[in-house]
Structures are given as C-alpha cells and as structure tokens.
Nanobody, 112 residues
Framework: DVQLQASGGGLVQFGGSLRLSCAAS????????MEWLRQAPGKGLERLLG????????DYADSVKGRFTISRDNAENTLYLQTNNLKPEDTAVYYC?????RGQGTLVTVSS
C-alpha cells in the first residue's frame, strides 16, 4: 500500500521556521512527481509546491513564494518542506502527495 506520512509540524511563533518531512513507502518514490499541499481551518485545499524526479521545483502558491522550499532525498524516500518566516495565516494541516494519494498531514500552528 502507498503510504505518505508527514511529520515535523507544531506550534511556532510568528517569523519562525519549521522543516516538514514526508516519509514515503509502497511505491517507487524516485520516479514520482511529489507535492506539498495545505488546508487551513475552514478553507479548501491549497497546492503549494511541486518537485520533479530530478529535483526541479514548481511554485503554485504566491502566498508562500520566497518563504517555503521543497526538496527531496530519493535515497531516503523522503520529501521535505522548509518553511521560513512563518505567519499566522500559514496555520494549516500540511500534506504531501504523489498526485494519486494524499497522505496523513501534520499540523502547523503559527502564533502571532
């Protein structure tokens, strides 16, 4: 079974940083395009960034441009999201996806 488990969330102050991880299993991670998404309380799912198999990234959300960076370690089957200069509006559950499956998320709460 495909499993995508995000971790690394928590409570952080305004302007802080977190590094989120997504452990992948059950499919060939290195051959798959991967994405990070988030869902804020009471809002819909927002696509943030994507990364191709060679490590090239694609920005989807202007709201995180210049503050969030996506990366991957194909040897470790792990996807990362470095989040910097966090704002209260970044409070959300963050998910990773291989476009077919969206895994369990991790909650990020940013206090003002």
């Amino acid at each position: 079974d495909v499993q995508l488990q995000a971790s690394g969330g928590g409570l952080v102050q305004f302007g802080g940083s977190l590094r989120l991880s997504c452990a992948a299993s059950g499919f060939t991670f290195s051959s798959n395009y991967m994405e990070w998404l988030r869902q804020a309380p009471g809002k819909g799912l927002e696509r943030l960034l994507g990364i191709n198999t060679r490590g090239g990234s694609i920005d989807y959300a202007d709201s995180v441009k210049g503050r969030f960076t996506i990366s991957r370690d194909n040897a470790e089957n792990t996807l990362y999201l470095q989040t910097n200069n966090l704002k209260p509006e970044d409070t959300a559950v963050y998910y990773c996806s291989n476009l077919k499956v969206r895994g369990q998320g991790t909650l990020v709460t940013v206090s003002s």
